[in-house]
C-alpha cells in the first residue's frame, strides 16, 4: 500500500504565502504524476496544479503565475508554494499521486489521495 501525508497548511492573511508539502510513503516502485487539487466549501474538488514524472507541469487559470508546483523524486514529496494568496484560495488542499506499486513479481497502477490540509485566508 501507499501512504499519502500532507503538512504546511494553515491561517494566512491576504496576499500571503504558504507552501504545503506532501510525501508518499509505501510500496512505491514509481511515481508518474503528483497533483494538489482543493476543495471548497459546497462546491466540487477542482484541480490546481499537476506535475508530471518528465517534469511538465499545468495549472489551473486561476492558480497561473501564483502558485508553483515541484517535487523530489527522491524523496517521493511533492509541493506546492502558493503567493499572493486570497480568499477563493480558502479550502482544502488534497494531494493526489498516481503510482506505480510494487506488488509480488509485478507492479500495478494505481490512485492515491492525502487526508488533506485547511488552507484559510483571510484578515
Known amino acids: 500500500q501507499v501512504q499519502l501525508v500532507e503538512s504546511g497548511g494553515g491561517l494566512v492573511q491576504p496576499g500571503g504565502s504558504l507552501r504545503l508539502s506532501c510525501a508518499a510513503s509505501?510500496?512505491?516502485?514509481?511515481?508518474?504524476?503528483m497533483a494538489w487539487y482543493r476543495q471548497a466549501p459546497v462546491k466540487e474538488r477542482e484541480l490546481v496544479a499537476i506535475?508530471?514524472?518528465?517534469?511538465?507541469?499545468n495549472y489551473a487559470d486561476s492558480v497561473k503565475g501564483r502558485f508553483t508546483i515541484s517535487r523530489d523524486n527522491a524523496k517521493n514529496t511533492v509541493y506546492v508554494q502558493m503567493n499572493s494568496l486570497n480568499a477563493d484560495d480558502t479550502a482544502v488542499y488534497y494531494c493526489?499521486?498516481?503510482?506505480?506499486?510494487?506488488?509480488?513479481?509485478?507492479?500495478?497502477?494505481?490512485?492515491?489521495w492525502g487526508q488533506g490540509t485547511q488552507v484559510t485566508v483571510s484578515s
Open positions: 493526489k499521486a498516481h503510482v506505480m506499486v510494487s506488488a509480488g513479481s509485478g507492479t500495478y497502477y494505481s490512485d492515491y
Open positions: 509505501g510500496s512505491i516502485f514509481s511515481i508518474n504524476a
Open positions: 506535475i508530471y514524472s518528465s517534469g511538465a507541469t
